[in-house]
């Protein structure tokens, strides 16, 4: 059984149920918390990190910030944001000041950065959990310059940052084919009888980004630049 859970416990007296009847189960993408199943998905200690990295290298360390608070009450909306924190701690000379809930829709976040904008009058760049598109807008239309973008990887987030003159972008990948990874390991537990030693398994996605960097808080981390027509579709 594969599950991209909506919930991380409320299933899990049925899953403990199913792996007591000797049934492999893989929990995907939005994992669950019973220990009995196997929990695939993406590394989500690295993707904060390596787009807050960035961020402080496009800023020479030094500058004011947006971060996005995400989905109240998501489990993963607060691990992103730490992870960012984390990482821009770091930096003494980068200051948040001032943050947003995006909910992972363009509108919310469009309509917290240009609420955040009002309010302070200079910012030297934006670290979202969404699209960041909506952010760029919001610089667009509140007649601010274009400011350094962290966000995830969505076409329109690529299609933005590659058509905006002087847009810097850097999207992180929780991919598509996280399924066809869990898919994998099914079959090849089933095909073989040999299990993954850990319950966890982690997929690491690669970056999207118009300034790629190497980084050092996880080097070898794989770059890919956006482009028109290779990793950005306007049609």
Same mark, same amino acid.
């Given at each position: 059984?594969? /599950?991209?859970?909506?919930?991380?416990?409320?299933?899990? !007296?049925t899953?403990?149920?199913a792996?007591?009847?000797?049934?492999?189960?893989?929990? #995907?993408?939005?994992?669950?918390?019973?220990?009995?199943?196997? +929990?695939?998905?993406?590394?989500?200690?690295?993707?904060?990190?390596?787009?807050?990295?960035?961020?402080?290298?496009?800023?020479?360390?030094?500058?004011?910030? #947006?971060?996005?608070?995400g989905?109240? =009450?998501?489990?993963?909306? +607060?691990?992103?944001?730490?992870?960012?924190?984390?990482?821009?701690?770091?930096?003494?000379?980068?200051?948040?000041? =001032?943050?947003?809930?995006?909910?992972?829709?363009?509108?919310?976040?469009?309509? =917290?950065?240009?609420?955040? %904008?009002? &309010?302070? !009058?200079?910012?030297?760049?934006?670290?979202?959990?969404?699209?960041?598109?909506?952010?760029?807008?919001?610089?667009?239309? +509140?007649?601010?310059?274009?400011?350094?973008?962290? &966000? #995830?990887?969505?076409?329109?987030?690529?299609?933005?940052?590659?058509?905006?003159?002087?847009?810097k972008? /850097?999207?992180?990948?929780?991919?598509?084919?996280?399924?066809s990874?869990?898919?994998?390991?099914?079959?090849?537990? %089933?095909?073989?009888?040999?299990? !993954?030693?850990?319950?966890?398994?982690?997929?690491?996605?690669?970056?999207?980004?118009?300034?790629?960097?190497?980084?050092? %808080?996880?080097?070898?981390?794989?770059?890919?630049?956006?482009? /028109?027509?290779?990793?950005? #579709? !306007?049609?």
């Open positions: 059984i594969l /599950i991209d859970a909506a919930s991380a416990e409320a299933l899990n !007296p899953i403990k149920k792996c007591d009847a000797g049934i492999v189960v893989i929990s #995907f993408d939005q994992v669950v918390s019973e220990p009995c199943a196997y +929990a695939l998905e993406s590394d989500w200690t690295r993707i904060p990190a390596v787009l807050a990295e960035w961020m402080a290298s496009q800023l020479n360390g030094k500058g004011k910030v #947006f971060v996005d608070r989905l109240a =009450g998501a489990p993963i909306s +607060a691990q992103l944001e730490k992870g960012y924190l984390d990482v821009l701690a770091k930096y003494p000379g980068i200051e948040v000041i =001032g943050n947003y809930n995006g909910e992972y829709a363009l509108g919310p976040e469009q309509a =917290g950065v240009a609420a955040l %904008l009002a &309010a302070h !009058p200079e910012v030297d760049g934006i670290l979202t959990q969404g699209y960041g598109s909506g952010a760029i807008k919001a610089l667009q239309d +509140a007649g601010r310059k274009v400011v350094p973008v962290t &966000a #995830f990887s969505y076409n329109v987030a690529a299609t933005t940052c590659a058509q905006t003159e002087g847009a972008c /850097i999207l992180g990948s929780n991919p598509a084919y996280l399924s990874e869990a898919i994998k390991l099914a079959v090849d537990i %089933l095909d073989t009888g040999k299990k !993954p030693a850990e319950r966890s398994v982690s997929v690491k996605g690669d970056f999207v980004t118009t300034d790629p960097f190497e980084s050092k %808080l996880y080097p070898g981390t794989k770059m890919i630049k956006i482009a /028109i027509g290779e990793s950005a #579709f !306007p049609d």
